[in-house]
T-cell receptor, first 113, second 114 residues
Framework: GENVEQHPSTLSVQEGDSAVIKCTYS??????FPWYKQELGKGPQLIID?????GEKKDQRIAVTLNKTAKHFSLHITETQPEDSAVYFC????????????FGAGTILRVKS | DTAVSQTPKYLVTQMGNDKSIKCEQN?????MYWYKQDSKKFLKIMFS???????INETVPNRFSPKSPDKAHLNLHINSLELGDSAVYFC?????????????FGSGTRLTVV
């Protein structure tokens, strides 16, 4: 089955700096890669996703890149703000075969002001 | 209106008891899920239902039994609760089997077994 590894487990950045979180996956059949943000006491919230036929996707300060050959994908947050502080999860799934998202272990992002 | 709502938000109970968690979604999604988040924040799928049909059943003790009376509801019943069942349980839903639009999660139920 799919296995998703996520690094780093914690990340501290200064407000205004960029943050990068990286994930690798094991199953070459995976073709859908979402990122979720979880704030304290809340459920994970989808912030951006990418399909395997796209190499990069951007939404304002957030971007995701995908390298299918190397089986890794990354989340980039630019101009970080204190409200970006949260736990971020990457995930992977084969949407043609079902809908089971396999999550990475999460990254605690702290943005210091 | 909350898209995916779970009740209760907190549940404290003694070992050996039986408890249920309810989930409802008003998004018109076809598929619903239960995920368990442990103390290290790791999210692991437990079950998935598509239009009341069980389609994913991970390696979960049979003390856990999901029930879906209709496609907008997915409940989780747990028998003979154990200390190791303490976790946050999340319900989620998605558009269809192809997860065209990603999952929408509920706010979670924190279960504490004492």
């Amino acid at each position: 089955g799919e296995n998703v590894e996520q690094h780093p487990s914690t990340l501290s950045v200064q407000e205004g700096d960029s943050a990068v979180i990286k994930c690798t996956y094991s199953d070459s059949a995976s073709n859908y890669f979402p990122w979720y943000k979880q704030e304290l006491g809340k459920g994970p919230q989808l912030i951006i996703d990418i399909r395997s036929n796209v190499g990069e996707k951007k939404d304002q300060r957030i971007a995701v890149t995908l390298n299918k050959t190397a089986k890794h994908f990354s989340l980039h947050i630019t101009e970080t703000q204190p409200e970006d502080s949260a736990v971020y999860f990457c995930a992977a799934a084969d949407v043609e075969y079902g809908n089971k998202l396999v999550f990475g272990a999460g990254t605690i992002l702290r943005v210091k002001s | 209106d909350t898209a995916v709502s779970q009740t209760p938000k907190y549940l404290v109970t003694q070992m050996g008891n039986d408890k249920s968690i309810k989930c409802e979604q008003n998004l018109g999604h076809d598929t619903m899920y239960w995920y368990k988040q442990d103390s290290k924040k790791f999210l692991k799928i437990m079950f998935s239902y598509n239009n009341k049909e069980l389609i994913i059943n991970e390696t979960v003790p049979n003390r856990f039994s999901p029930k879906s009376p209709d496609k907008a509801h997915l409940n989780l019943h747990i028998n003979s609760l154990e200390l190791g069942d303490s976790a946050v349980y999340f319900c989620a839903s998605s558009q269809d089997r192809g997860i065209s639009y990603g999952y929408t999660f509920g706010s979670g139920t924190r279960l504490t077994v004492v």
